[in-house]
Each structure stands twice: as structure tokens, then as C-alpha cells.
């Protein structure tokens, strides 16, 4: 009888795929690490609302568990939730049918398994940077090649420069990643913008993935953020992905949802079954009463951002040396200090030396390096200790 043995020789190296390894670490954490042990500091480094999940939206997840809601369930969300997140969209920007919904594991998730759906390994892929890094580094993940158009900075406001994206959209592009209101500068694209950009990507094919995770919190008259969805038809190459974290309040829930052309619908469900199999039932039944009774939720949420957002901007406009644009949507300041080049080590000395705890623009791509990003989802008080400490810093 022969048995086999499996040797593993000792010149194999144990490692993760090129690509993986190549991924860039979270600089957020790599800060975070720096301030343990630190008593006493003021987070506004990570992008999360300041108050707990509505109470009407935990009682339904809560309600759901009690009565045993606890298994598989269908791929694609339940029809429920389905149902009213396309009557949610279609109230807001154009008809959509629920058969055009993925329901996912939050909206890292949701891009993920959009993006699984559609890049190659080898694909050429345009981002419009700074960005958010996990948006970054999944087509990186995916094996794609990212060519960035970076927005323009000047203190009236983040500027796309619309002729160089549009030059970068060309034929053999497999997508466009665009991330409107944008995190971390605060920029938001215009109609007009989205317009162009769609009939470029029309002519050449190019698929649109619109992260559109802050759409509701939008400081303009109309209350919701420009959007593909709303300028697009149901046969465009355009993918929409959302969460219901920051609309909602529901960051630990992981919930989000894709909007897909209704061809794709059925491949998404193949890959949701291969990535997570479902998201959990009870977390879904709290998203139907978001989406169903949630709109004093965000109305009041926009409300008390913009005031944060005045009060922070017009504090940072005191200090010397800061210059910030007005962010029009998202609840992130993300303002450049003159002088900084590391800012990273300018993030580090800040926790060390006065307890501040905020984000270095490094972390969104080489073009953010000498900025710095600040979450606004905080009380006055607690903004205007930050300044003070900030300013005693500089
Ligand atoms: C731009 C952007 N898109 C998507 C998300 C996804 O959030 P989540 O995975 O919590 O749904 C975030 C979270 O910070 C974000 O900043």
C-alpha cells in the first residue's frame, strides 16, 4: 500500500497572494495603536455617528430574534426588505423593481461583491481620489489596475477636474469608481457633472460603481446628494451601493444593499451565497423599519451634522496655518495644515502630545498627504475642546 505524503518544501514561502500582500495597512489603525494606554482622548478619527441605533429600529431586529428568526435565509435579501428599500429608491431618484436589490453584509460588503461581479485581474480601473482606502484597495484585491484623477483642492471648495476624468475614461476602462459625497473631502459632484460622466461611460462601455453611502447626508437645499441612479436608466452600467450606516445610525448592523441592472441579479446571488450566504434575518427586519420609518431619523441626523459642520468649520478658519473648504456632504472636515508633509506623524504627535484623536490624510492615497480628516458627528462641546487642544498643539 503507498501512502502519500504532502512535504512542504522548506524554500516555499508561507504568504499570502502578491496582490494581498501588497494591500496597504490601515493607517486609521496604525494610529489608533499609537494612542493606547493614552487616558483621555478625543476620538473623531473614525467615521461613525455619535448617537446609538434608534430605539424603533433595535426593538424590530430584538422582536425579530425573540421570535426565532435565527436561520439562513434567501441570498438575495428577503422580499420585505427588497420590497421597500425599491419603493425607498424609487421615491428618491428613479423606478426600481425589487428584482434589481441585492440586500448585503454592510457597504464594504456591497461593493465587494460588485466589484467581484464585474473586475478582472488585469482590468483597468479609474478612482477618484482621496477616497475612502477600502474602496482603494478592492479592485487591488481583485487583481485590477487603479488610475486615479485627484479632486482639486482650494478653500472655496474640492474641485473634480471634470476634462482629465473624462480623458482617463477611455475605451478598454472597465469601470469607474466614484464616491459622491465623498469621504474624506467632503466634495459632492454635480448633475451636470454626472451627466457627462455617464455619456463618456455609455460610449466606452464603462461600468459605474456610484458609492453612494452618504447620499442622505447632504448639506444642500435639496437634502439628498446628486445622484447616478437619478440620471441613469435601467439598462446602464451603473451600480449603486449603499448602507445603512450612516443614514440610519446602524454601523455594527452590517447592512447595505446593491441596485443592478436586473440582468446581473441572479450572478449576485451565486457570489453573495460564496462571500456570506445571506445578511441575518433580524438585522434585515431592522432595516425595514429604517427604510420604512426612518426619515425623521436622517432629517434630524442632517440637522445636527450641518450645525457641527459650521461650527467646526468656522473654528478651524480661526487657526493659523489650517485651510479648509465648506465639506457639502459626508461628516468629515478634511483640512490641510501648512507645513505638515508627514501627516501621519503629524496624527501620531497629536494623540501623544494633546490627546487628539483624528485622521491622517495619507490614509486616502498619496494625494490626501498633508491634510487631515476630521469627523464632525460629535457635539459642540466636544468639537470646540478639540480645536482647543489643536490649537495648543500648533
Ligand atoms: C465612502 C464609504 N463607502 C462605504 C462605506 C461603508 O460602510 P459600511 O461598511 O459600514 O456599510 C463607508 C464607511 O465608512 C464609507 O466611508
Known sequence: MFIYTFVLKADTPLAARAAVRALTASKIRELYNAGLGKPNILPFWVGEPDEPTPDFIRKA??????????????????????????????????????????????????????????????????????????LQEIPKILGASVETVPLQFSEDGWKLPLEKLLHELKPKTRALYL????????????????????????????????????????????????????????????????????????TGWRLGWLVVPPGLTADLGKLIEYNTSCAPVFVQRAGIAAVKEGEPVIARTRYRFRKARDFLVSELRELPKVEVAVPTGTMYAFFRVQGVKDSLKFCKDLVREVGLGLAPGSAFGPEGEGFVRWCFAASEEKLGDGVTRLKRFL
Open 61 to 134: 431586529g430584538t422582536g425579530s430574534i425573540a421570535a426565532g428568526e435565527l436561520f439562513y435565509t434567501h441570498n438575495l435579501g428577503i422580499p420585505e426588505l427588497r420590497e421597500a428599500l425599491a419603493a425607498y429608491i424609487s421615491r428618491l431618484h428613479r423606478k426600481v423593481e425589487a428584482d434589481q436589490i441585492a440586500v448585503t453584509s454592510a457597504g464594504v460588503n456591497a461593493l465587494m461583491v460588485a466589484s467581484q461581479l464585474l473586475v478582472d485581474p488585469g482590468d483597468r480601473v479609474v478612482q477618484v481620489v482621496p477616497l475612502w482606502p477600502n
Open 179 to 250: 464616491n459622491s459625497p465623498n469621504n474624506p473631502t467632503g466634495w459632492t459632484v454635480s448633475e451636470a457633472e454626472l451627466k457627462a460622466i455617464l455619456e463618456r461611460c455609455r460610449k466606452h462601455g464603462i461600468w459605474i460603481f456610484a458609492d453612494d453611502a452618504y447620499e442622505r447626508l447632504y448639506y444642500g437645499e435639496e437634502g439628498i446628494a446628486p445622484s447616478l441612479l437619478k440620471v441613469s436608466e435601467t439598462e446602464d452600467r451603473v451600480i449603486s451601493a449603499n448602507t445603512f450606516s450612516k443614514s440610519w445610525l446602524m
